[in-house]
């Protein structure tokens, strides 16, 4: 088997993944347990909306699936993997335990962690710096529940498209960059974290909370976002050489499908 291939064989000195929203029935969960199966990494960041209190609260959506993320990510703590949670705003209860450590998981309200090259990265979710937010709470409810409308029309209107020879297309993802693209808010959001990190001394800034992976420079601050798991499934990865780059889980997963189909033609050829 190739690294890309083999359990625990794609080795990164550190991983970030955000906004997983377990409890979510659009949370792409055995997506997330294959990527854990596969990568293996010094340090592991969870970097906010891992557990989405608020689908919980209204009734969650917890198939088995979800359970196993967390059990995987415990088991990752106890053999070894540095494993540093920062809430985000979907589970921002944990934030009052902030400091803690729970079953080897540390709580963080943010981190700095160091590159290979000594510089320092930023890391929080960033929902701080999200405006809709931090001053009407109300309308980040309503958006979250219209978000949740798009994600389920992605299903019918994939389908059709599909019948007709066509690929996949996010209504959910076009509507919600088309949405904050008219106010500028992600080159905002990206703004102001990019300040953040340089008021804090910091080379690098390392976050979620918009659903769009990223990896930019901005003024000379390296910005990255570790994208999500309820559509893209990205994370971002440090190699071992000092370089920083974001993992499209689903490539992998296709390569992988790929290879296996080649394997059984080779296997009926033979």
């Known amino acids: 088997m190739s690294a890309a291939t083999a359990p ?97 998981v540390e709580l963080r309200r943010d981190a700095i962690h160091k590159g290979v090259n000594g510089k320092r990265y930023l890391v929080l979710h960033g929902d701080e710096f999200d405006v809709v937010v931090r001053y009407a709470r109300w309308l980040a409810f309503l958006g979250d529940r219209s978000y949740d409308a798009a994600l389920a029309l992605n299903v019918p209107l994939n389908y059709a498209r599909r019948m007709l020879g066509f690929g996949h297309w996010s209504l959910s993802a076009f509507l919600k960059l088309k949405v904050k693209s008219a106010v500028n808010f992600i080159g905002e959001f990206e703004d102001a974290l990019a300040a953040e990190a340089r008021r804090r001394d910091a080379e690098g800034l390392i976050c979620g909370h918009i659903h769009h992976a990223n990896s930019r420079m901005i003024d000379g601050i390296h910005y990255l976002n570790c994208g999500d798991w309820v559509e893209s499934c990205t994370a971002i990865g440090e190699r071992f050489d000092g370089q920083f780059e974001i993992i499209r889980w689903k490539e992998h997963i296709g390569a992988r499908a790929t290879q296996a189909a080649s394997g059984r033609w080779l296997i009926e050829a033979a």
Not at 36 to 59: A, H, P, Q, T
Not at 70 to 88: D, E, M, N, S
């Open 8 to 104: 625990g064989e794609l080795n990164y000195r550190a991983v970030f993944i955000s906004d997983v929203h377990l409890g979510m029935r659009n949370s792409q969960a055995p997506a997330l347990l294959d990527f854990l199966r596969y990568v293996e990494s010094e340090e592991l960041y969870l970097v906010g909306d891992i557990v989405d209190f608020w689908k919980v609260r209204r009734g969650p959506h917890w198939p088995q699936s979800h359970n196993d993320v967390l059990q995987k990510l415990l088991r990752k703590a106890r053999k070894g993997t540095r494993v540093v949670f920062i809430p985000g705003n979907h589970d921002d209860g944990l934030r009052d335990y902030a400091g803690m450590n729970f079953g080897g």
